[in-house]
């Protein structure tokens, strides 16, 4: 007779311990199934090495979402609060960063090995690896895989989004989606290094690693915080958060100094004999600085330049636009903007409206956080949420 389970959690991420646990302490029986052979590789390369686990100010507007409303139920049952409860029952110590950003003081390590106690205190079942070949549905759930089949009274997709293939992302949860005709928003990689268009490229990819403090928008919203030349276009959290943002063909609009009335420091140095470079080289990084005023005025001394170019160049400071090429994709992304349809799921408990018994949480819904632990923290919540009612 095949084995059965009632809960089956496809994908031993974040979300999924976090149902698996919560599932488990109702008395019901777990089994994970995650087809890569180390656990919650996401967790420990997240944050640093450190995992940035919550986000002290976590609320529904640092959500992305066809559907910015969805989030609001489960977030609202599981705050980062309960996170940082069980963070401290287990003595692992952490730090704000910044921002409200939670880290460990130690490493992300730590995180997954409470995860993974708080599973086995409830006698959660692991395959992994395992692969999932099949999934089958007649009253219950049918899985086939590499060993052996179970049976699961309900099914719950945890298996992330897209980003970092290299470490087991795939594609399974959109499938599975597609298999019962659940819908699935448009997908594309977010939180993601931007690239610069070929004639930017010429002028900046000679000085990566520069880091500059800038405020940077990208449709409707705006961020200060820093932003980094690469060698193939922009990083740095500032550009990371305006990414998801960012439609494809879309400018970005930079103020390189948003502390400075660029107008006035100009035309204050107007009769000078100070080449422009050096005098932003004051405010700006400088061979930022250089490369900067070359692309947008040959580098002359300030006495050359006309009142007009002088107000151009202090518009140009306050507003460096860019027409990114694209981004550097799903290799390098930490998120997947989009995902399962949230009209297809029950916000208070995750499950799908089409298919009773089946479950979405985390990533793989479309829901996506800002930079800055929200990510973890609708993982957790959602997870929670799901462990209600599995
Ligand atoms: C470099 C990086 C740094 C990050 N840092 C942070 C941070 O500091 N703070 C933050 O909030 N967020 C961070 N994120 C985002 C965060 O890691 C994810 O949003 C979060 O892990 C999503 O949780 P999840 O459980 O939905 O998916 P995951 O944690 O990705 O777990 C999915 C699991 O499913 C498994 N799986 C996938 N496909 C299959 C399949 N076909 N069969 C079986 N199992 C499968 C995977 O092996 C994996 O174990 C970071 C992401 C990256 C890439």
Avoid at 96 to 102: A, I, S, Y
Avoid at 216 to 240: C, D, K, W, Y
Avoid at 323 to 334: D, I, L, M, N, W
Wanted: include cysteine.
């Amino acid at each position: 007779m095949m084995p059965g389970k009632d809960v089956v959690v496809i994908g031993g991420g974040a979300a999924g311990m976090m149902c698996a646990i919560e599932a488990g302490k109702r008395g019901r029986s777990v089994l994970i199934i995650d087809h890569s052979p180390k656990l919650a590789e996401k967790i420990r390369i997240s944050g640093g090495g450190r995992c940035n686990f919550t986000n002290l100010h976590a609320r529904p507007e640092n959500y992305l979402s066809e559907n910015p409303h969805f989030c609001r139920s489960a977030l609202a049952r599981y705050t980062p609060r309960d996170f940082i409860a069980l963070v401290e029952r287990q003595g692992i110590g952490y730090h704000e960063k910044k921002l409200g950003q939670l880290f460990c003081d130690g490493s992300s390590q730590q995180i997954i090995e409470m995860l993974k106690r708080e599973c086995d205190a409830v006698g959660v079942q692991w395959w992994q690896p395992c692969q999932v070949r099949r999934v089958t549905q007649g009253g219950d759930f049918r899985l086939s895989t590499d060993r052996g089949e179970v049976r699961a009274d309900s099914l719950v997709i945890a298996s992330g989004g897209l980003s970092i293939p290299q470490i087991g992302a795939s594609p399974f949860g959109y499938r599975i989606a597609e298999q019962f005709g659940i819908a699935v928003t448009p997908l594309r990689p977010a939180l993601v290094p931007l690239t610069f268009a070929p004639e930017d490229l010429a002028h900046y990819a000679g000085i990566p690693g520069i880091s500059i403090d800038a405020v940077v928008s990208a449709g409707g919203m705006q961020f200060r915080e820093n932003l980094l030349i690469t060698h193939r276009g922009l990083s740095g959290p500032a550009i990371l958060q305006a990414s998801s943002y960012w439609r494809p063909g879309e400018m970005i609009h930079i103020d390189l100094l948003p502390d400075e009335d660029a107008e006035a420091l100009l035309l204050e140095h107007r009769w000078s004999q100070m080449q422009l470079a050096n005098l932003l080289g004051r405010y700006l990084p400088k061979r930022f600085a250089q490369a900067w005023s070359a692309a947008v005025l040959p580098s002359r001394p300030m006495q050359q330049y006309s009142e007009q170019e002088l107000r151009m160049l202090a518009a140009r400071l306050h507003g460096w636009q860019l027409r990114p090429s694209g981004t550097v994709g799903y290799k390098k992304a930490e998120v997947t903007l989009g995902g399962i349809d949230t009209r297809e799921l029950s916000s208070k408990t995750m499950e799908a409206r089409k298919v009773p018994g089946l479950y979405f949480i985390g990533e793989v819904v479309d829901v996506t956080g800002q930079l800055g632990g929200y990510n973890f923290q609708w993982a957790w919540a959602s997870g929670y949420a799901a462990g209600q009612y599995v």
